[in-house]
């Protein structure tokens, strides 16, 4: 896929096959004029492109799942609501402070997935100020119905409380009641380990290797 937004990550092709045509990727993207690389499984020997960084994977099924709002201890403070495109320009806000980057950017990126069929996006909200952020993504592929569930953010001050699992525990049984059988992430190491008492199980991650850094210009050599 290609956004059209000036960073590699947003700019990535799935690999599922060592015998890809190379040139004719290239040259997709190439026409795109974008920065972009690829996501290859581990175990894969992909030779385009420079390694830029394991991701972990982690995955959860429905009979797995063991957090419950309801009766688990969590901040009371806090609730989690489904967001709008009211709530894009806070939601941004959330996941600049979370991950980096620039509103403008973060809002070109965002604003057509908000409302957008397949997508959910969740808000945590404290005293009505917006304090964490994640959203899923459904597709029916190799995996069957499934959900991935990303951009899991919490604003400096609200790290260190248990907003991540409410909003994860939220969008995963929202996914599960809407027919999945699957949701997957892309946990660091310290979710990891919050992500395995929910019942997720570590599965083999991938390599992201990036192939073009800097947008191309026409006329200039590949």
């Known amino acids: 896929m290609a956004s059209g937004l000036p960073e590699a990550k947003w700019n990535n092709a799935d690999i599922v096959d060592a015998d890809v045509d190379r040139a004719a990727l290239v040259a997709w993207y190439a026409e795109r004029q974008v920065p972009w690389g690829v996501r290859v499984p581990l175990g894969i020997d992909f030779d385009l492109g420079q390694p830029l ?75 009505g100020s917006a304090a964490g952020v994640a959203m899923t993504i459904q597709t029916d592929e190799r995996a069957g119905p499934a959900a991935y569930l990303g951009g899991v953010a919490v604003i400096p001050q609200e790290v260190g409380w248990d907003i991540e699992q409410q909003l994860v525990s939220v969008a995963a049984q929202d996914a599960f009641a809407s027919g999945v059988g699957l949701v997957h992430t892309n946990p660091d190491e310290a979710a990891l380990v919050w992500l395995t008492a929910m019942g997720f199980v570590e599965v083999p991650g991938f390599e992201v290797r990036l192939v073009v850094d800097v947008p191309r210009r026409t006329g200039q050599q590949q």
């Open 53 to 127: 960084s394991v991701k972990r994977c982690a995955a959860l099924v429905p009979e797995a799942f063991e957090f419950d709002l309801e009766h688990e201890p969590r901040d009371r403070g806090v609730t989690i609501r489904r967001a709008t495109r009211g709530d894009l320009a806070q939601y941004a806000a959330v996941e600049v402070a979370g991950f980096g980057g620039t509103e403008d950017v973060e809002l070109r990126w965002l604003s057509p997935a908000l409302g957008a069929p397949g997508f959910a996006h969740w808000l945590a909200e404290r005293e």
